[in-house]
């Protein structure tokens, strides 16, 4: 029942296609996801982070917390909180292992954790996250994409400018403290629903907070997204255009910078929300 849904979900899943996340396995402990690295969404030093496995992560934990049911529901992720190691790897492949933490029926959510590494070992992330059930069509297949829709293809290399260009996220404004940034859902982002994939949506989170703290850097210094606990409020669809993130200085520290940020609708709605925490290398 796991591989047959799994499967079906997978085969809908826009962002996982753009991604190339695959599925590995999965038992009544555990379930496994892979994909290869994608060097034009690694950042300025070539670490590898939600940018470029925010789907994985989302598939394999978004999975975890019903993997050890008689039944697979059909289930979306409603919040996650990673914790990242910084590490850097020049490992060709990444693999995303989940494991159930806790069923709530009364609810109708499940918790789940999942761990991120590369092919030779290292840990990139470890998350939980809270999935619901959720009774919703599914698109039929994957929405036909020309090599144009997708930015992230075999030969995109870190030429193309980073994250925040293969994401289409442009900043708009920088004043006291406040970073605003705009972006339009594409194609290649979408669900199996028809909106924007989870682990998109923390993947552009993840870029905008990464964004609005470069400045907090002094010359020489480096830093990276140490830690971020994001809520999908709503997934947006293509319908809704354009986007807008902003991203608030909350406090900063001889090491620790947190950030706040917001995406939200053209008319001011709130899709998502997150909570970011940039370590100062």
């Known amino acids: 029942m796991q591989d047959s849904a799994t499967s079906a979900l997978l085969s809908r899943d826009a962002a996982a296609a753009a991604m190339g996340v695959r599925y590995v396995r999965s038992d009544h402990g555990s ?60 490992s060709a492949e990444l693999v995303a292992d989940g494991w159930p933490v806790h069923v709530d029926d009364t609810t109708g959510t499940a918790l789940g954790r999942a761990e991120v590494r590369t092919g030779d ?57 406040t970073t605003t940034a705009s972006v339009e859902p594409e194609s290649w982002m979408l669900n199996p629903f028809g909106s924007v994939q989870g682990g998109v949506l923390v993947g552009l989170m993840a870029t905008a907070t990464e964004v609005a703290a470069r400045p907090l850097a002094e010359r020489g210094q480096g830093f990276y997204l140490a830690d971020i606990g994001v809520d999908l409020i709503r997934s947006p669809a293509l319908s809704m255009g354009e986007l807008i993130i902003e991203t608030t200085l909350v406090r900063r520290g001889r090491r620790f910078c947190l950030l706040d940020s917001e995406l939200r609708t053209a008319d001011g709605k709130t899709l998502v929300r997150s909570h970011g925490t940039i370590l100062l290398t």
Do not use: W
């Open 31 to 90: 379930v496994s996801f892979a994909q290869n690295t994608i060097l034009s969404l690694a950042d300025d030093v070539g670490r590898f982070g939600l940018p470029m496995f925010g789907v994985l992560l989302d598939c394999t934990v978004g999975s975890a917390g019903y993997c050890a049911s008689e039944t697979q529901p059909i289930a979306v992720v409603a919040s996650m909180t990673i914790a990242l190691t910084g590490a850097t790897s020049h």
């Open 121 to 177: 070992g290292v840990v990139l992330a470890t998350a939980t996250a809270r999935a619901a059930k959720v009774e919703r069509s599914m698109i039929d297949g994957i929405p036909a994409l020309s090599p144009a829709d997708l930015p992230l293809g075999p030969t995109a290399t870190t030429d193309s400018g980073g994250p925040a260009d293969v994401y289409g996220l442009t900043v708009v404004d920088r004043s006291a403290g």
